[in-house]
């Protein structure tokens, strides 16, 4: 049987794990299965694949994002920019594994972010500047637009959010928050920004998927702004996992 995972650590909810038992039970697929690999060293990474050659791909989430990088082989030209991998291909050559990195975060946040953008979506403000925030600077820059982090601490020319102002929130009419700020269960929390510069032509997205709409997303509603959540771009990253893992070669 083929296996696929997630590593990381904790693994306490795993949307990937329920997405695709779910994808092989609707699309039939079988003789793979998909489980959680929560790993607290990743030293101990290479223990799972070189002891079972089953394992074809992976998954991969905090705090082995960057960590993992060391044990590949290759990277895709924006794993190698982002410098971050949430999926690994993995390849037999004769007894050796082969280990490419791909980050479809970034595949993900484009295709779902796309269909909303407006002519007056020019610069955007980036709440955060973890590791989920690489992504989104990597397809902004793609896309042309112009962006400012904003952060508890300056960093690289960028904006506390002591220095936002409703003035700043109106010329920025694209909102992004990378910063795990609203997670369920602190569904009441939400970026400490000046709400108020919030209108009609601003789009708030939010990386977090649970709760579904955050208060930072409701805030922005409130004001009649249109909203995102994270859901969609994981079901696209998903998906774009899987073709990778499935690709020739």
Known sequence: MKKLGLIGY??????SKKYY???FERENITDIHYD???IEDILNFPLLYERDPGFYGFNVTIP???NVMRFLNEFSPEAAEINAVNCIQVRWQ???PYLKGFNTDAFGFK????PLLKPQHTSALIFGNGGAAQSVFYVLRELGISFKIVSRSRNNGGLTYADLTEDIIASHKLLINCSPVGTFPNVEDAPNIPYGGIDSAH???DLIYNPEETTFLKR???RGAVIKNGHEMLIFQAEKNWEIWNQEG
């Open 94 to 96: 004769g007894a050796r």
């Open 10 to 15: 904790p693994l306490s909810h795993s949307f």
């Open 36 to 38: 959680l690999y929560p």
């Open 203 to 205: 789009l708030l997205y």
């Open 220 to 222: 922005g509603k409130e």
């Open 111 to 114: 295709q779902s972010l796309l």
């Open 64 to 66: 082995h994002k960057r």
């Open 21 to 23: 038992l779910e994808k």
